[in-house]
């Protein structure tokens, strides 16, 4: 791990920024995009490479580490940005997901963006639908292996590109359609788990089946990338409430607590997990109230940190 390291949040109230020192201690060096909710960040792992910030009034791009940002002023309106992610193996390719569910993607990091109209002609596109919205729908997450996609459809299914985002094949049969989150197995692009508002569900075929491996409400998994055997996730026995953290050694057949540190069932759940190459030893959880927990990975036992910010997103450099 380097000597020092910034982590980028993502609030309701703009861009923070801290920065940790050899000896532990985390300190704000700045604070950008004051004003905007910040709903998603992404980098790519090269320093220097730009950072990118979804908000509920499309995305800003900032080339200066986060001091200053600028939003992706040509092509299509983005709208409100649900999900960010970049390719690591190809500097400037990223995709976005809005709400009203739809797929844009850019591949000059950042300044032009494109909509990948194929997704709006899948079949029921038209029907899917948010809770507080019967007429929108959100891509809420992507898992990316090479020029294949995935993407998870609240409400809608789960959907899968294999040519870079030309063309989409939607699943909804077998798996919950209220997907909130798709994590991809690193070494075999055939197994994925989805988390749902009906459950965790696990795909060992591309999405032609689905497991259903528990029924409580779920929104964050994750696969640790040099031990894919290690799963963890977030379930909940309410929306929003009543959380824990599990952890899976075998690939999802069996799980067990993993919440040393929190109170079980948290007052809140489990939003997000994240996880970055430039803090390889630990892992990064948001809850649903926008607080940020800590672990060691092997040990997960979970810290506290920043409670004064309300927190939607968060990246690492």
Request: hydrophobic share 40%; net charge negative.
């Amino acid at each position: 791990m380097n000597d020092i390291q910034q982590v980028y949040l993502g609030t309701d109230r703009g861009v923070v920024v801290y920065r940790q020192t050899g000896d532990g201690t985390w300190r704000e060096v700045r604070h950008g995009l004051a004003g905007h909710a910040v709903t998603a960040l992404a980098t790519w792992p090269e320093n220097g490479s730009p950072i990118l910030a979804g908000t509920t009034e499309g995305i800003f791009r900032s080339d200066d580490a986060g001091q200053t940002w600028v939003p992706a002023s040509t092509g299509p309106v983005v709208g409100h940005i649900r999900a960010l992610a970049v390719q690591p193996a190809l500097p400037g390719l990223a995709y976005a997901g809005t709400e009203p569910a739809a797929v844009f993607h850019t591949d000059c990091g950042g300044e032009r963006w494109e909509e990948l109209q194929a997704v709006r002609a899948l079949p029921g596109a038209r029907d899917w639908y948010l809770p507080y919205s019967p007429e929108a729908g959100a891509v809420r997450s992507f898992a990316l292996a090479g020029e294949r996609i995935w993407a998870a459809v609240e409400v809608g299914g789960v959907i899968r590109s294999n040519d870079g985002g030309h063309t989409w094949t939607i699943f909804g049969n077998g798996v919950h359609e209220d997907v909130h989150w798709v994590e991809l197995h690193p070494g075999n692009p055939d197994t994925l788990f989805a988390a749902t508002g009906g459950g965790l569900y696990r795909s060992r075929n591309g999405g032609q089946s689905w497991d259903e491996l528990w029924d409580d409400y779920t929104r964050a998994v994750w696969i640790d990338p040099d031990e894919p055997r290690t799963v963890l996730a977030g379930p909940a026995l309410g929306i929003g409430r009543q959380g824990r953290i599990v952890r899976s050694a075998d690939g999802g057949d069996t799980w067990e607590l993993a919440s040393d540190g929190l109170r079980v069932p948290m007052a809140d759940m489990v939003e997000r997990f994240a996880f970055s190459r430039a803090r390889p030893s630990e892992l990064f959880a948001i809850t649903s109230r926008g607080e940020v927990l800590q672990a060691r990975r092997d040990e997960w036992t979970w810290k506290r940190l920043w409670p004064e910010h309300s927190v939607n997103a968060l990246a690492v450099r």
